[in-house]
């Protein structure tokens, strides 16, 4: 077998094992995703009052925070930079840095294991969390990068549909278009940026040429989600596209 033929079974064998893997985890139970993978652990997340509580350790290695117990007062401390939270076991009583907040649900210990109200861990550590439901699976999105809404991928009369060799076609914003969050060629990155925040993936150069691109909520290891795809050329919008 050639060279290249071997490439191409092992790339089909990658791509079927990592679909194999994300329809196995929409087993109806709550899963959650961060950044671009699912999260890893020996014990379940659980939603309790309509909130979200998440293993803290697994959290902390898949954010890259660092996390401390003390046993005494049943207190989970997390730090990450300059940002410091304090929770404490069956309390709702919470801190973020010299800030007293309070909790909807406070956390808990399940199967030897202290778990953490996701949001607000999250959202104080500056990440974006989003929630919804895979057809009958619960799923959490815990991401560093803003997801796009349905509405910002919505394709109308701004842009051209274009065929592509029997795939999903896809979607050009015409010369007089402007995307949903009032974006027009002729743009600069910060402009796009501004609008849409943090980019799911950045391929710029030197000299600011390259794409920056944005997704909806997606499955791991599949080619789920629709992207949105902005090129820039010298720090300029010359071209806008959607994927599906």
Known sequence: MGKRALFLVMLAILLFTGVSQANAAMDGSLHIIVNTDFLVSDVQPIIKNGRTLA??????GALDFNVSWVAASKTVIITKGEETIKLTINKKKAFVNSDYLTLDVPPQIVSGRAL??????????GLNAKYDKWGETPLVWITEFHLLKAA??????NYTRLENDGLP?????????ETARHIRLG??????KDAYGVPFKQDLDAANSGTIS???????????????IFEFENAILKAVTISF
Do not use: C, H
């Not at 293993?55 to 902390?60: D, E, G, Q």
């Not at 076609?169 to 278009?177: A, S």
């Open 214 to 228: 944005y997704t909806t909520k997606f499955l791991p290891r599949t080619d789920s989600g629709i992207r949105m």
């Open 152 to 157: 910002d991928v919505k394709t109308d009369e």
């Open 116 to 125: 953490v109200p996701l949001r607000f861990v999250s959202e104080a550590l």
């Open 187 to 192: 743009a600069t990155i910060s402009m796009v």
């Open 55 to 60: 293993p803290v350790r697994a959290l902390a």
């Open 169 to 177: 076609p896809f979607y050009k914003l015409k010369q007089n278009g």
